[in-house]
C-alpha cells in the first residue's frame, strides 16, 4: 500500500509537466506564425538582406524578418526585432529580441510548467516538447524568445551542411 501511494504522488508531477509540454506543441509557434507554416502565408515578413543584418549587428544569418505590421509586443515588451528561419519555405525557428522582462518566465511556467532546464546564472531557461524547443534567453539588458522545430531545423541545418560540402568542393576542383 505504501509503495503504491508513494509512486502515485511521485508520477503526478510528471503526469502534469508533460499535459504542459503538449500545450507547447498545440500552440506550435509565437501567435500566428506557427513553425511549419509556408512563408507565403505571412504578409509582413520580409526577406533578411545583408544591409539588414549588418544595422542589427546579428551575427547569424537568418531569412527572414517580420515588420512587425502584427506583432507589436510580448509579454508587454516591445518586440524590436522578429527573426524566422526556414527549410524548404517552412517556418524553421522563430526569434523574439526585446527589453529584458524576467516575468517572462512565469508567464511561460504557467503556459507550460516549470522548464525543462536552466542555467544555474539564470540566463537561460528552455523547455522541450516532443516537436518543439523555446528558449529564453537574457544578455545585456535584453531577451530573446526561441522557438524552434526539432525535425525542420534538422532539415535545414542538412541542407546547409551540403550546400558547404558542394562549395568546398566547387573550390578545389581545377
Sequence with gaps: MRWTVFIV???????????????LDKKNGFRDIELGSKMKKHKCMQKMTPEYLKENKLIRD???YNTLCDHKTINGQPIELLLINTSDQKIAEIAIKCKSDRSIIKTLSD???EPT???PDQ?????????IELRVFFDNGG???NYKSYGLSLQRDK???????RKAEEQFKL
Design 9 to 23: 504522488v511521485f508520477s503526478i508531477p510528471l503526469m502534469v509537466a508533460s499535459q504542459s509540454l503538449k500545450e
Design 62 to 64: 537568418w531569412d527572414y
Design 111 to 113: 503556459l507550460y510548467g
Design 117 to 119: 532546464y536552466f542555467t
Design 123 to 131: 540566463n537561460l531557461y528552455y523547455w522541450r516538447s516532443e516537436e
Design 143 to 145: 531577451m530573446t524568445v
Design 159 to 165: 541542407i546547409k551542411a551540403k550546400e558547404k560540402a
